[in-house]
């Protein structure tokens, strides 16, 4: 089994910043690519930025130049550092993550459990 552990949300001013961590662990054998996403109330889930395990990102139009995700593959850890935040960037973030499970030959998607994100204004 894999467990993804979700840390760094919380309240913060417009214009602060927030460090997410997400932390993968478990009978890994390989991750490949891993994320972030998102959801607000009301709305649906999508896409934050993501990162290759060759280190590749792709970031959502709405977060370019504010947001930077990164990866630590000897930790199986991901990072989301959020700089400028607005209040349009309250939501829910989810950590995501493709990886092979030891003796599988087949990739698996795993979601973190969430963790919530407050910008006031």
């Known amino acids: 089994q894999v467990q993804l552990v979700e840390s760094g949300g919380g309240l913060v001013q417009a214009g602060g910043s927030l460090r997410l961590s997400c932390a993968a662990s478990?009978?890994?054998?390989?991750?490949?690519?891993m994320g972030w996403y998102r959801q607000a109330p009301g709305k649906q889930r999508e896409l934050v930025a993501t990162?290759?395990?060759?280190?590749?990102?792709n970031y959502a139009d709405s977060v370019k130049g504010r947001f930077t995700i990164s990866r630590d593959n000897a930790k199986n850890t991901v990072y989301l550092q959020m700089n400028s935040l607005k209040p349009e960037d309250t939501a829910v973030y989810y950590c995501?993550?493709?990886?092979?499970?030891?003796?599988?030959?087949?990739?698996?998607?795993?979601w973190g459990q969430g963790t919530q994100v407050t910008v006031s204004s």
């Open positions: 995501n993550t493709n990886l092979f499970i030891l003796g599988t030959s087949l990739p698996y998607n795993y």
């Open positions: 478990g009978s890994i054998f390989r991750i490949n690519a």
């Open positions: 990162i290759t395990s060759g280190g590749s990102t």
